[in-house]
């Protein structure tokens, strides 16, 4: 039998559509909880899918600083998060828990 080569998932590559995203992105808010980090982590992803340089420039943020803010292990302002999601065209839409 021959060798079989795996790769790492990444939720980015298969973020293609607006539909996708917004998809992925409520769901994600949905399983996270109380998680920071996770909702920050999947609007990184988000981000990689339509091209960080693009999505920095949208925010007004240096790229660095946005792939370390949305890694998951950053911790951004919830200032960084609403320029994010503005620049990305999501918004937060609250309903009763």
Known sequence: MGTIKLR???SAEHLQTGADIVAYFDACLEEAGDDPAFIA??????????G??????DA????????KALSGEGNPEFGTILKVMKALGLR??????
């Open 92 to 97: 937060l839409h609250a309903t009763a828990a």
């Open 52 to 57: 960080m340089s693009q999505v920095a420039r």
């Open 60 to 67: 007004g943020l240096a790229r660095e600083s946005l792939y």
């Open 8 to 10: 790492q998932w990444d």
């Open 41 to 50: 982590h999947a609007l990184g992803n988000i981000a990689r899918a339509r």
